[in-house]
Nanobody
């Protein structure tokens, strides 16, 4: 079992920045991939960015060059630095962890990010 707790969401003006953090606890040594997803009202949840235990990253095209994902295996955290935010980035952002071998997914409770125009 893995527990994920997000922090750092809020309200920001377009062009601004926010940093999301996610702290993992529990069976942390079995975590392979950590990432961030988002879900806007009326839309499906989508991948924003992910990072493997070996620090290989993957980004959605819509956030490339604006968002940066980072991971600290010693602290069991994954952060998402978001810059040049746009109103279309408004969504609930969820932290995600994928386990080695079983590929079981764990989710955080979500944190709201609102970008005003």
């Amino acid at each position: 079992q893995v527990q994920l707790v997000e922090s750092g969401g809020g309200l920001v003006q377009a062009g601004g920045s926010l940093r999301l953090s996610c702290a993992a606890s529990g069976s942390i040594f079995s975590i392979n991939i950590m990432g961030w997803y988002r879900q806007a009202p009326g839309k499906q949840r989508e991948l924003v960015a992910a990072i493997t235990s070996g620090f290989i990253t993957n980004y959605a095209d819509s956030v490339k060059g604006r968002f940066t994902i980072s991971r600290d295996n010693a602290k069991n955290t994954v952060d998402l630095q978001m810059s040049s935010l746009k109103p279309e980035d408004t969504a609930v952002y969820y932290c995600n962890a994928v386990m080695f071998y079983t590929l079981v997914n764990y989710w955080g409770q979500g944190t709201q990010v609102t970008v005003s125009s």
